[in-house]
C-alpha cells in the first residue's frame, strides 16, 4: 500500500511542483503529465518545465507597526 502511495506521488511530482512553486503554466504542465507522463520522455519533460523561473510573483507582504 505505502509502495502504490509512493509511486502514485512519483507520478504526479511534476504536476504537484508547479503548483506549489506557482508556476505560470501549471494547468499545461499537469496535462502534458497527465496525458504523456507514463512516457519517461514525457514525465521528464514535465518535471523540466515545472522547475522553470516562469512562476508568479509571491503577493506582497505588509507589516503594520
Do not use: K, Q
Not at 504536476?15 to 506549489?20: M, S, V
Not at 494547468?27 to 523540466?48: H, Q, S
Amino acid at each position: 500500500m505505502v509502495t502504490m502511495a509512493l509511486i502514485f506521488v512519483a507520478y504526479w511530482l511534476p504536476t504537484l511542483l508547479a503548483f506549489h512553486r506557482r508556476h505560470r503554466s501549471r494547468a499545461a504542465i499537469l496535462m502534458v503529465n497527465f496525458l504523456l507522463g507514463w512516457t519517461v520522455i514525457g514525465w521528464v519533460a514535465a518535471l523540466i518545465w515545472s522547475g522553470t523561473g516562469n512562476t508568479e510573483p509571491a503577493a506582497p507582504v505588509i507589516v503594520y507597526r
